[in-house]
């Protein structure tokens, strides 16, 4: 090894990650590209010659929530000294631009989602020392999730919705290739990997774009029958995408997660088109409906916005009549977040913060008081666990088909081991988590 090499092997490189996780996928990559291009990957950013803070703005709370970590780091002993670099990456850049550089003095580079495939050649611009194309690093090994690891099927939107920043941060809407998907799906299964969870902005629009077009169910289909061992869950499929196809592609193969994440948002047909989307409370229940008649014991989770401007108190007690009334299995509640540069953000009558909050929060218990009941329901049934872990106090956990990594609850079981699938009879429930014996 040369003296450049040799320099270049003793410099380590540690990520910070905010956010979802399509931002997790985005720092595996950004890790890989690292390692193979020479560097070390350390675990502390205490120990790092270079710290890169990948960052999450979807909301005005996820971006605090990144400058909290982007000063952290600007803190740490070797940063504040300058003998290490901070490097800012993902959403941030993306979105605030040249304007961001000029207010975070601290950071040594910036590197917005687009140029992330440049992370490489960005830390040997800042730390000073070439990247060394072909030496050995940890690269492969760092690509393994665990048990369970997402794969990005595609990225960014099209849909320009009122409220989002997504197409703005993250571009128009483009698939992955078949082949680079199934790569990828490939490596992570050989290293281990028994779920994998396929992610986007919109997993339901997978293929439309390709100049000879695909569908997301071709996708499914195709990672199903190569891989049949492995289970495949779908998360974050627009009401559009749940097409007939689709279904029969869940439905068609035991591996694939029977688990439908479909952001509906809200209920009252204006609100939806205040938020540029479409649908109304009614069309909702009829999907819903459509899938339940397709595949009975299908898993269902949504989304909904409160506080939305304009929405009225009637318009949420509507919203409230639907959780009620639709038959979903998990409710995800987010208060409506004032974002600048979306069309939402200049709409006549905000609601106030302190409703917004109480809305949210009102929601929230109602989804609580209608979702736990269905999940207490499964007492008795036979179910597929996928045992994942093990707590700090020793107790072991993992997750059946009907509960998505992180959102959901966990599984706690009596005995497995890590990666193995158990069918367990669900003993008890606690609001969300069940145990299996």
Same mark, same amino acid.
């Given at each position: 090894?040369?003296?450049?090499?040799?320099?270049?092997?003793?410099?380590?490189?540690?990520?910070?990650?905010?956010?979802?996780?399509?931002?997790?996928?985005?720092?595996?990559?950004?890790?890989?590209?690292?390692?193979?291009?020479?560097?070390?990957?350390?675990?502390?950013?205490?120990?790092?010659?270079?710290?890169?803070?990948?960052?999450?703005?979807?909301?005005?709370?996820?971006?605090?929530?990144?400058?909290?970590?982007?000063?952290?780091?600007?803190?740490?002993?070797?940063?504040?000294?300058?003998?290490?670099?901070?490097?800012?990456?993902?959403?941030?850049?993306?979105?605030?631009?040249?304007?961001?550089?000029?207010?975070?003095?601290?950071?040594?580079?910036?590197?917005?989602?687009?140029?992330?495939?440049?992370?490489?050649?960005?830390?040997?611009?800042?730390?000073?020392?070439?990247?060394?194309?072909?030496?050995?690093?940890?690269?492969?090994?760092?690509?393994?999730?665990?048990?369970?690891?997402?794969?990005?099927?595609?990225?960014?939107?099209?849909?320009?919705?009122?409220?989002?920043?997504?197409?703005?941060?993250?571009?128009?809407?483009?698939?992955?290739?078949?082949?680079?998907?199934?790569?990828?799906?490939?490596?992570?299964?050989?290293?281990?990997?028994?779920?994998?969870?396929?992610?986007?902005?919109?997993?339901?629009?997978?293929?439309?774009?390709?100049?000879?077009?695909?569908?997301?169910?071709? =996708?499914? $289909?195709?990672?199903? +029958?190569?891989?049949? @061992?492995?289970?495949?869950?779908?998360? %974050?499929?627009?009401? &559009? #995408?749940?097409?007939?196809?689709?279904?029969?592609?869940?439905?068609?193969?035991?591996?694939?997660?029977?688990?439908?994440?479909?952001?509906?948002?809200?209920?009252?047909?204006?609100?939806?088109?205040?938020?540029?989307?479409?649908?109304?409370?009614?069309?909702?229940?009829?999907?819903?409906?459509?899938?339940?008649?397709?595949?009975?014991?299908?898993?269902?989770?949504?989304?909904?916005?409160?506080?939305?401007?304009?929405?009225?108190?009637?318009?949420?007690?509507? =919203?409230? $009549?639907?959780?009620? +009334?639709?038959?979903? @299995?998990?409710?995800?509640?987010?208060? %409506?977040?004032?974002? &600048? #540069?979306?069309?939402?953000?200049?709409?006549?009558?905000?609601?106030?913060?302190?409703?917004?909050?109480?809305?949210?929060?009102?929601?929230?218990?109602?989804?609580?008081?209608?979702?736990?009941?269905?999940?207490?329901?499964?007492?008795?049934?036979?179910?597929?666990?996928?045992?994942?872990?093990?707590?700090?106090?020793?107790?072991?956990?993992?997750?059946?088909?009907?509960?998505?990594?992180?959102?959901?609850?966990?599984?706690?079981?009596?005995?497995?081991?890590?990666?193995?699938?158990?069918?367990?009879?669900?003993?008890?429930?606690?609001?969300?988590?069940?145990?299996?014996?």
């Amino acid at each position: 090894m040369d003296t450049a090499s040799q320099d270049l092997a003793r410099l380590s490189v540690a990520f910070i990650t905010l956010g979802c996780a399509k931002n997790e996928v985005d720092t595996t990559h950004m890790r890989a590209r690292v390692a193979e291009a020479g560097y070390a990957l350390a675990d502390d950013p205490a120990d790092a010659d270079a710290v890169v803070v990948n960052t999450c703005s979807f909301i005005q709370a996820a971006t605090e929530e990144s400058l909290e970590a982007i000063f952290d780091a600007a803190d740490l002993p070797q940063v504040a000294s300058g003998r290490a670099k901070l490097v800012v990456a993902g959403c941030m850049p993306a979105r605030y631009g040249d304007e961001l550089a000029s207010e975070l003095t601290e950071a040594g580079a910036f590197v917005p989602c687009s140029r992330e495939d440049d992370i490489a050649a960005v830390l040997a611009e800042v730390i000073g020392a070439p990247s060394q194309g072909g030496v050995a690093g940890p690269a492969a090994e760092d690509k393994l999730a665990g048990v369970s690891a997402y794969v990005k099927i595609s990225d960014g939107c099209d849909r320009f919705c009122s409220y989002c920043t997504i197409p703005y941060i993250r571009g128009r809407y483009r698939s992955f290739p078949l082949d680079e998907v199934r790569a990828e799906v490939d490596d992570l299964v050989a290293r281990g990997a028994r779920e994998v969870v396929l992610i986007a902005q919109d997993t339901g629009r997978w293929g439309a774009d390709f100049d000879d077009p695909s569908t997301l169910a071709v =996708l499914v $289909t195709s990672l199903a +029958e190569e891989h049949a @061992d492995t289970w495949f869950r779908v998360m %974050y499929i627009q009401p &559009e #995408g749940l097409t007939d196809e689709l279904l029969d592609a869940v439905a068609t193969h035991d591996n694939v997660c029977s688990y439908f994440d479909i952001p509906f948002q809200h209920a009252d047909a204006g609100i939806l088109r205040a938020m540029n989307r479409t649908g109304s409370g009614a069309e909702f229940n009829d999907l819903i409906a459509r899938v339940r008649q397709r595949i009975p014991q299908a898993t269902l989770r949504t989304t909904l916005i409160a506080g939305f401007p304009g929405e009225t108190d009637e318009q949420f007690e509507d =919203l409230c $009549t639907f959780v009620e +009334e639709a038959d979903l @299995d998990y409710i995800g509640v987010f208060p %409506y977040s004032r974002e &600048e #540069g979306t069309r939402a953000y200049d709409l006549a009558e905000q609601v106030d913060d302190d409703e917004k909050a109480d809305r949210a929060q009102r929601l929230r218990d109602l989804s609580d008081a209608v979702c736990t009941p269905r999940v207490a329901a499964r007492i008795g049934r036979t179910l597929d666990v996928l045992v994942e872990g093990r707590e700090e106090d020793g107790q072991l956990f993992g997750r059946a088909m009907c509960q998505a990594p992180e959102v959901d609850g966990v599984t706690y079981l009596e005995s497995g081991e890590v990666g193995e699938v158990r069918r367990v009879v669900i003993g008890d429930t606690l609001l969300y988590e069940m145990e299996g014996a």
